[in-house]
């Protein structure tokens, strides 16, 4: 119950975000329109299938952990955690490429475009940044349940913890499910 | 009930556990709900001493135009004055420390549903609070914006704004996990028999503080990042030049900090809920109407932000709505205060410490609220807004009511906390002081306002030098009073009588257990079989 009320609290956290986004995109749709092109669309679209295929592998080691396959929920929570740091890996790759294109806040190039296009970029970093800090987060925690895993302190009679995570990692995927067409599709 | 008459020879929950070598060790790392309660109440009690003294000075320096602090110095003071008591005291406080010490007892359970989640929010505290206070001494100057923070000058200035949003940030966090703490424990740990509707006020209205604790921080947390993310990385949201909008910043500030005061006043409201039966005798008066007004309030207390912006530039139907929203959020309260007085009606009052400061919160938190009327109203709200008479409306809502319950609550449940009495006396003499002052210090504001005097302003024309002179002696009274109040309070702590289980004939669980508090809360976990406050039906 804990932990449903704590994502409740990171909904409306993000919330706020989107609100910003919302209100300026509102005000700004053709600056938004034309600065998602400069996203690239096939990273984008590798990172959401990667965190969906992991929101999938973590709920299948909840699952046989309930059935005492301890081996397998192991191999399932590497498998989440491998493409956690793969989704942050990628998202490594896009900021970088747009830092070297001198497109970050507060820079020169950036704000020599119009308006619209420094709100939606400002929005980018701030969005995918806080988003990526809680990826991070995540997987740092997974790493933690896949010790406790091989230290059978998470079992079959006890996975409490092992399910608040998934919760967790299901939240932070859900957040990108919005992220992605908000910052990439809208071209 | 056996204990009622039994004078205990232990100490309670101050006994050394032997687990840590160190005092300090011991208490810093303890994850008992009453240790960790107490140990809030005497840091929220040491802010709110930082927080007069400079309430104080800020008072001393209007008292004439030109002297003692300057124009700089006076931006300094009042943020820091505002920061710290709502920051630092009054937003945790009640759920911080009367909450934590209480809550498991009123529910019948040994301890909060998360102890060490518990432990870490007061660990955040301590960690916000030092964040907060460090911007006062590292170098530059202390935060000058404001308690609120208004973009773009709290992106622009100089002065230690990071360091101390930083601060308010962590300390939002802190909060957070209380709410989540404590909404669960109601959910999942009360007694066997304690139906929702056998659940004392107090737990209710902690009940419905959780959720805006839980659901309007987080706001709060995003605006003030933004703040920092503006000053260190030129994030433009509320800057124009970057097609941002700084009524923004006020929408978003004003989506947590309106909830925020319904975290302040709500609590309060349950602490006067659990004292005014005890001393009437009586049953409360309509006592679901009383749990669900708690929850109304805090559910219509969302939608009312808006009412802090009348002048920044809105549409018309916009302020017609958040004005119209804002008188509804009124009528929830007046169900308590109406309530209230009906459970005195007919009651066998007896005139202790605990009601005196009770039966003040009502008359002084019903002036604060109908005040709030008058400036919710739209055409009066564009002469009084930024003026002192907003100034008084808010200390009488919030030092009025909510600062009021405090004391209330330290005196109700002293013995309870401390094994000892109090003076009751020197309560009395303490509470006249405090009283007469208070109402000088602030009511003077009113009329400070309406004559148009500007509130934040260090300096002003001479026809309002009257007023302030007047509010000025007030403070000093009000000053005499709290000196009063806590001096023996606190000597009551070593020199007082010592208590029994149940001084005042309460009839909610806390009240069945030794003063002071055992370190297990209950040897057996009480089943409940009757509503709370069930004095008519014992008469019987």
């Known amino acids: ?187 | 009930m056996t204990l009622r008459n039994e004078i205990p020879e232990v100490a309670g929950f101050y006994e050394r556990t032997g687990r840590y070598r160190w005092l300090i060790a011991e208490w810093m790392m303890s994850t008992d709900h009453k240790r960790i309660g107490v140990m809030y109440l005497m840091a929220l009690l040491s802010f709110f001493s930082v927080g007069v003294v400079l309430g104080f000075i800020i008072r001393l320096s209007l008292l004439s135009p030109g002297w003692l602090v300057g124009q700089q110095g006076y931006n300094e003071f009042f943020t820091l004055h505002g920061v710290i008591q709502i920051f630092l005291f009054i937003i945790p406080g009640i759920p911080v420390a009367f909450g934590n010490i209480f809550l498991p007892i009123l529910i019948g359970t040994q301890d909060v549903a998360f102890p060490k989640i518990n432990r870490l929010s007061w660990w955040l505290y301590v960690a916000g609070a030092a964040l907060v206070l460090l911007s006062i001494f590292i170098k530059g100057r202390p935060p000058d914006t404001g308690w609120t923070f208004y973009a773009p000058y709290s992106v622009q200035t100089p002065a230690n704004v990071s360091i101390a949003v930083m601060g308010v940030f962590v300390l939002g966090f802190s909060s957070i996990l209380t709410g989540l703490n404590f909404v669960t424990t109601i959910h999942r740990m009360r007694a066997p028999g304690m139906g929702w509707f056998r659940m004392p006020a107090f737990p209710w209205t902690l009940y419905a503080t959780g959720w805006v604790q839980m659901l309007a921080t987080p706001v709060l947390a995003i605006t003030l990042l933004f703040i920092f993310l503006g000053r260190f990385f030129g994030v433009g949201f509320f800057d124009p030049t970057k097609g941002g909008d700084p009524i923004l910043y006020e929408h978003l500030f004003w989506m947590y900090s309106h909830p925020a005061v319904y975290i302040m006043v709500l609590p309060a409201m349950g602490i006067i809920s659990e004292i005014v039966p005890v001393f009437s005798r009586r049953s409360l008066f309509g006592y679901t109407a009383i749990c669900m007004s708690a929850l109304g309030i805090a559910i219509v207390g969302y939608a009312v932000w808006g009412h802090h912006m009348f002048t920044s530039g809105m549409s018309d139907t916009a302020r017609v709505v958040f004005s119209f929203v804002t008188f509804l959020v009124a009528v929830p309260s007046g169900v308590k205060i109406f309530n209230w007085v009906s459970t005195l009606y007919k009651g066998s009052i007896a005139v202790d410490a605990p009601l005196l400061f009770a039966l003040s919160f009502i008359f002084l938190f019903s002036i604060g609220g109908l005040t709030g009327l008058i400036i919710g109203a739209l055409a009066t709200n564009l002469h009084l807004h930024g003026t002192y008479f907003i100034v008084g409306h808010f200390h009488y809502v919030m030092f009025g009511g909510a600062g009021f319950s405090i004391i209330a609550a330290l005196h109700f449940w002293f013995p309870k906390i401390t094994g000892r009495m109090y003076n009751e006396k020197f309560a009395k003499i303490g509470w006249l002081n405090l009283f007469v002052g208070f109402n000088i210090l602030y009511f003077s504001m009113f009329v400070l306002g309406f004559q148009g005097m500007p509130r934040r302003y260090f300096d002003y024309p001479p026809q309002y030098h009257t007023g302030h002179v007047i509010s000025t002696m007030g403070s000093w009274f009000l000053a005499i009073g709290l000196i009063i109040i806590f001096a023996n309070l606190v000597r009551s702590i070593f020199k007082g009588e010592k208590a029994p289980a149940n001084p005042w004939g309460g009839k909610t669980l806390e009240w069945t257990i030794p003063s002071p508090l055992p370190r297990e809360n209950f040897q057996e976990i009480p089943i409940i079989t009757r509503r709370p406050y069930s004095y008519e039906e014992e008469a019987k």
Do not use: C
């Open chain 1, 1 to 187: 119950m804990g932990m449903w009320f704590f994502l409740f609290t990171e909904i409306l956290f993000f919330g706020g975000m989107f609100l910003l986004y919302s209100i300026f995109r509102y005000n700004y749709a053709q600056d938004f329109h034309a600065a998602a092109a400069e996203e690239n669309i096939i990273l984008g679209t590798i990172n959401t299938v990667v965190l969906l295929t992991s929101s999938f592998t973590i709920a299948l080691s909840i699952a046989t952990m309930k059935r005492g396959e301890k081996i397998s929920s192991i191999i399932l929570q590497l498998a989440t955690i491998l493409m956690g740091v793969a989704f942050l890996v990628i998202k490594y790759f896009e900021w970088t490429a747009k830092i070297n294109l001198g497109i970050y806040p507060d820079s020169p190039v950036l704000l020599a475009l119009s308006q619209g296009e420094i709100l939606f970029f400002g929005l980018y970093y701030v969005m995918t940044g806080l988003h990526g800090l809680h990826v991070l987060i995540g997987v740092v925690v997974i790493s933690f349940m896949l010790y406790f895993t091989r230290r059978e302190t998470i079992n079959r009679k006890e996975y409490a913890r092992l399910e608040n995570t998934g919760l967790y990692w299901h939240f932070v995927d859900i957040v990108w499910i919005y992220l992605y067409p908000l910052f990439y599709l809208i071209t």
